[in-house]
């Protein structure tokens, strides 16, 4: 026959590791936790300059598309480059064409002309906390008229 004093002993020992397992769980959280935000954050910022990166390259592959056409102008070639960095929701990017004082409707066909063009990180990124981020994200496309 089993004592009352033994069913406590034998409760004790089945919950005892319950009771010791639910530290480890809060520790592994405390340890883990910050390790998951990092990952997470650091990966919508990295998702964050990729998505600036392939931004100016549009806008400066869309800007060398408007300089082949035979009646494109600085003007037009400035403003759909500004165009697709509008629709990108980006703000404060620059588009230069280089070399510089390049009259794109006075060049001829075969003449070397840049695209260029830069945007800051900071202001157009969701998260920019975790990691460092570079100052600019700069696109730079060669074409000819």
């Given amino acids: ?9 034998r409760r004790a020992a089945i919950t005892h590791p319950a009771t010791t397992r639910r530290g480890a769980a ?3 959280l405390a340890v883990c936790l ?7 954050f650091g990966s919508i910022q990295a998702c964050g300059l990729v998505y600036l990166k392939h931004t ?11 300089l082949a056409k035979p009646n494109a102008s ?19 990017g ?5 070399p510089e004082n390049t009259n794109i409707a006075q060049a001829t066909a075969g003449d070397a002309v840049s695209i260029v063009v830069t ?11 975790f990691f460092m981020n570079p100052d600019l994200v700069i696109a730079r496309l060669a074409a000819t008229r």
């Fill in 1 to 9: 026959m089993v004592t009352s004093r033994e069913k406590r002993t």
């Fill in 26 to 28: 809060a520790t592994e």
């Fill in 34 to 40: 910050p390790i998951i935000t990092l990952v997470v």
């Fill in 56 to 66: 100016a390259t549009s806008a400066a592959y869309e800007a060398t598309l408007e």
């Fill in 74 to 92: 600085n003007a037009s070639v400035l403003a759909r480059a500004t165009q697709v960095l509008a629709a990108m929701n980006v703000t404060g």
């Fill in 94 to 98: 620059t588009v230069e064409i280089l």
């Fill in 119 to 129: 945007v800051p990180a900071s202001p157009n990124l969701v998260v920019n906390v």
